[in-house]
């Protein structure tokens, strides 16, 4: 079972929030109207087996409705822009996504899906855990089959791996790298900060050996040195190491340890540009790069 006295543990304990308003009906328009620029809240938005949670979506000022755009889902959507809805601290990933555009590399649509609250632990972990099974299956069932294609309906998103990245930190990264590899025909990479490999023990470690490698796969992989007391680094680095004798060079893996890096939003904050580099390159090298890198 997980250990909840992990030292990081204290930061996966969101605090308590108010019932949330009814959910928005499954036929009804996620949006009246887009507005580039700007985080837009969409929801409550049921899901079946958990809570319905808030959808923030973040449109670059850039974004036209007949320019395809690539789209970048996010765990843990209330740390992902300002301040004030995250636990400690948001990323500012708006800001971060503007940089880009003014620098002319491809500016992806964000959708920061919130966390369940005091459920998060248990949904973004694919094993089993001390309160029960746990929900991620679900939770990514949910986002492909039901989210991404009611975006798609009022978004020019690329659709498929190649315009679809996932990412998240701590239990939010461990949520990506599962999600990239559990559903490799919606997300074609995985941006993984900090990820809870510690969960079951490393399970994920050998959950992955049994998995074939992506048919398009890029991932970016990394750790704190001084998460954890020094422990958690070590994990993380055996998956990175694991994913280069698969055949990851660096065109498709990026593994940083960070020798400053904390379990904390300022260091994911701090981290995030250059993972963001690593996906959006310039638009004529996008196409080829995204494949199996083994291959």
Not at 74 to 101: I, Y
Not at 196 to 220: A, C, H, K, M, N
């Amino acid at each position: 079972m997980e250990d909840l006295q992990h030292p990081d543990a204290i930061l996966e304990a969101p605090p308590a929030q108010s019932v949330a308003p009814p959910a928005l009906p499954d036929d009804a328009p996620l949006s009246g109207e887009w507005r580039p620029g700007e985080i837009q809240i969409l929801g409550p938005l049921a899901v079946p087996g958990h809570a319905p949670r808030l959808v923030r979506v973040y449109l670059p000022s850039t974004f036209t409705p007949d320019g395809p755009r690539f789209a970048l889902y996010m765990f843990d959507g209330q740390n992902m822009f300002d301040d004030h809805p995250s636990f400690a601290g948001g990323w500012h990933l708006h800001e971060a996504v503007e940089r880009m555009a003014r620098g002319k590399r491809p500016a992806p649509v964000v959708i920061g899906i919130d966390h369940g609250g005091s459920k998060r632990i248990d949904e973004l972990s694919p094993f089993e855990m001390q309160t029960g099974a746990g929900g991620l299956d679900g939770l990514l069932d949910w986002i492909v089959d039901s989210l991404t294609p009611r975006l798609a309906a009022e978004l020019p998103l690329i659709p498929g791996p190649v315009g679809t990245v996932v990412g998240g930190s701590s239990m939010g990264g461990l949520a990506a790298f599962y999600a990239h590899f559990r559903k490799p025909r919606a997300f074609g990479g995985a941006l993984v900060m900090s990820p809870s490999f510690w969960i079951q023990d490393g399970e994920i470690l050998s959950w992955v050996r049994t998995q074939p490698t992506p048919g398009l796969s890029r991932i970016y992989l990394d750790c704190g040195v001084r998460e954890g007391r020094g422990t958690a680094l070590p994990q993380v680095a055996a998956m990175a190491a694991h994913l280069a004798r698969r055949g990851y060079d660096p065109d498709y893996l990026m593994f940083r340890a960070d020798p400053r890096g904390t379990h904390s939003e300022t260091s994911w904050r701090r981290r995030l540009p250059r993972a963001l580099r690593f996906f959006y390159r310039n638009p004529t090298r996008q196409g080829s790069e995204y494949r199996n890198p083994t291959r």
